[in-house]
């Protein structure tokens, strides 16, 4: 099975995500007047529908297509710096006069008007590292487009055009989404025009996907609604009109929907889009600790009635969680009442949640059920503070260990395919000097793959461990014991 990012360029299709570029504006601006409309669906089904024809007259002047353009470097002549001002040698070499005339790329996606002046909601992937974005509406009009900010941990984007009076798009609360609601995916597939499909929402915070690369915050909407390239962007709405999702990627081993197409949920868009518009950059919570799922066998240890929530692996020193009092096997089962039902979800929840605000942490300690105020720090300060992207953890005695980062696999030359733990350091006193060495990779731990702590610490036993090792391009398997 095959992840297809559904943006279309020029006469190709492209399906993979780049890498993510730089905020591209750090002002404070004056948030748009969002209509937010938290009602429920009606569900009753009182009346047999035989179209939505009026419903959708007022969506698709709120959906449009986002060009984007690039110019080719490669293709360009460079002169040596002394002569690069000479015209003579400038039209020898061919090198054009005309910005207009250099080779450029082109490509299509979608986007959504969410405000009425001019601010639009599309995917990062769509506009990301472009030299110019516009946008065209249904009625013809092509609109130059400012780029407000981008996350691309959420592949979140946000675009701003000089017009008022524009048409937009209530967005709807996705938490009420349920499976079985209609939807509608509306966006310029296939660069064939503006396209209306219908489906249903097939399921609901799908996460773990690795649908958008690097340390992505995940919670898509699932839909069968035809969703091909050029649909990135769109809009994906319920049964009356309401934006409820994004539309981002889709699975497939040829390239076209087949029914599996995901869509960012319309509040954790909001979220990220306010603070794009406001700040320039996503401010996330930070709590300082390592986490892992539980299985039902660690339930049962940790007096957990059921096998949901996120068992705490470590506190880390100085941190949010450490001041609050929270302690290893302790398992996060909600936050301010929400529930939490696995490690991505929590790690989701808290970063939505605006640092300095205090969140009621539920925990399950000793089979006791305990709530713990917690203060939240800034992700992003924590981050600035270390030398890597990531927390450095023992989790063996004398090894320390961090996941990878881009800063890490720049520095250990070690491309994407590597997937698993970097071994940054063995202090000389350890019992694994023999065994590991800095720049090896754990890659799996007792036959299981390993991406995070808290999965290292979820599938490492004292006793006899299996290890998977990548070092200097090889890869081997080593045997240590864990007292």
């Known amino acids: 099975m095959k992840l297809h990012y559904i943006v279309s360029i020029s006469a190709l299709w492209v399906f993979v995500l780049a890498h993510s570029h730089a905020v591209t504006n750090l002002e404070t601006r004056e948030l748009p007047n969002i209509v937010w409309d938290n009602t429920p669906l009606d569900r009753s089904n009182r009346e047999r529908m035989a179209s939505y024809a009026d419903m959708l007259d007022d969506v698709t002047p709120a959906v449009v297509s986002v060009a984007t353009s690039k110019l080719l470097e490669g293709q360009r002549y460079q002169l040596p710096e ?15 006069d005309e910005e207009d005339d250099k080779p450029k790329s082109e490509g299509l996606g979608s986007g959504v008007i969410i405000s009425s002046d001019g601010y639009v909601l599309t995917n990062n992937h769509v506009i990301e590292n472009v030299d110019g974005v516009s946008v065209r509406l249904v009625d013809g009009r092509e609109l130059e487009a400012e780029i407000i900010g981008v996350d691309a941990k959420t592949d979140v ?98 390239g076209g929907s087949i029914g599996i197409g995901f869509a960012i949920p319309s509040n954790l868009a909001k979220n990220v889009m306010m603070d794009l518009i406001q700040t320039g950059e996503v401010r996330r919570g930070y709590l300082g600790v390592g986490i892992g799922d539980l299985n039902s066998d660690m339930a049962e240890e940790f007096g957990v009635v059921n096998a949901q929530g996120a068992v705490i692996t470590q506190v880390f020193p100085d941190t949010p969680a450490d001041e609050a009092g929270l302690l290893t ?13 696995s490690q991505p979800d929590l790690r989701l929840k808290v970063s939505q949640i605006t640092p300095g605000v205090e969140a009621l942490m539920t925990v399950i300690r000793d089979g006791e059920e305990i709530v713990l105020p917690v203060v939240l720090g800034n992700l992003n300060d924590a981050l600035v503070s270390e030398d ?62 390993v991406v995070t702590m808290g999965e290292a610490f979820e599938h490492i036993t004292e006793g006899r461990n299996l290890l998977h090792i990548y070092f200097e391009g090889k890869e081997n398997s080593l045997v240590l014991k864990k007292d």
């Open 388 to 449: 890597t992207t990531t927390e450095t953890v023992e989790l063996l005695a004398g090894v320390s260990l961090s996941e990878l980062s881009p800063e890490l696999r720049d520095q250990f030359l070690l491309g994407q395919s590597v997937q698993g733990l970097l071994v940054t350091e063995v202090s000389e006193n350890s019992p694994y000097t023999g065994d590991l060495k800095a720049g090896m990779v754990i890659m799996a731990i007792n036959r299981t793959k």
């Open 329 to 341: 096997y302790d398992v996060i089962i909600a936050i301010d009442g929400r529930p939490v039902v």
């Open 157 to 254: 984007a946000v675009l701003k055009v000089d017009e008022s009076g524009l048409p937009f798009l209530i967005m709807a609360d996705s938490d009420q989404a349920r499976v079985g609601d209609i939807v509608f995916a509306v966006g310029n597939p296939l660069r064939v025009g503006q396209t209306v499909t219908q489906g249903i929402v097939s399921a609901t915070n799908r996460n773990s996907l690795s649908l958008i690369d690097g340390d992505a915050y995940e919670n898509f909407l699932q839909t069968d609604a035809s969703i091909n390239p050029g649909n990135s962007g769109g809009a994906l709405v319920d049964a009356e009109g309401r934006v409820l999702g994004i539309n981002t990627a889709i699975l497939s081993q040829s």
């Open 82 to 96: 002394q002569f690069q001002d000479d015209p003579f040698l400038k039209k020898f070499f061919g090198e054009r």
